[in-house]
């Protein structure tokens, strides 16, 4: 992953950012269905601000994950990464999770130069850019690439 393909201004991308996404309500931790109990999976943040807010607190990264509705490739996302139980710890215990789509945060999508789906965008507690991750990859991929950009950004 190169650090220097992309040209986003991370301050400026960062408040342009936080300045257009509203606050929303996080995902239940978990639940129970018919007395079983299900893992609990990645409590995504959808505003900025929070996320920020978190992130200065917690001396966490930011894991930005952006989707769009209609993608496959951001489907498998879903199903093979995120619900995978090793991947949904390593982001809650390293990162604050914050997940946005392109049809309810287009101008964010246009401010982190997204061109593909799926997409992750990874910044420091102090809402600096330090690398991005395009396109689908299989869970253990996904660890270890994220694991390489957490290790860039050590708290």
């Known amino acids: 992953m190169s650090r220097k393909r992309h040209l986003i201004q991370p301050s ?8 257009l996404l509203i606050l929303a309500t996080t995902p239940l931790l978990g639940s129970s269905v018919c007395g079983q109990e299900i893992h609990a999976e990645i409590q995504w943040l959808r505003s900025a601000e929070q996320a920020a807010a978190e992130a200065a607190q917690s001396g966490k990264p930011i894991l930005v994950y952006v989707r769009s509705a209609n993608c496959h490739h951001c489907d498998m996302m879903q199903t093979n990464v995120w619900q995978d139980q090793a991947t949904a710890d390593a982001v809650m215990r390293d990162f604050v999770p914050l997940k946005l789509s392109r049809e309810d945060n287009p101008e964010a999508v246009r401010v982190l130069q997204i061109k593909g789906y799926p997409s992750t965008v990874i910044f420091s507690a102090d809402r600096q850019y330090v690398d991005r991750l395009d396109g689908y990859v299989e869970p253990a991929q996904f660890r270890a690439a994220v694991s390489k950009m957490h290790s860039l950004n050590p708290r």
């Open 12 to 19: 400026a991308a960062w408040r342009t950012l936080a300045g």
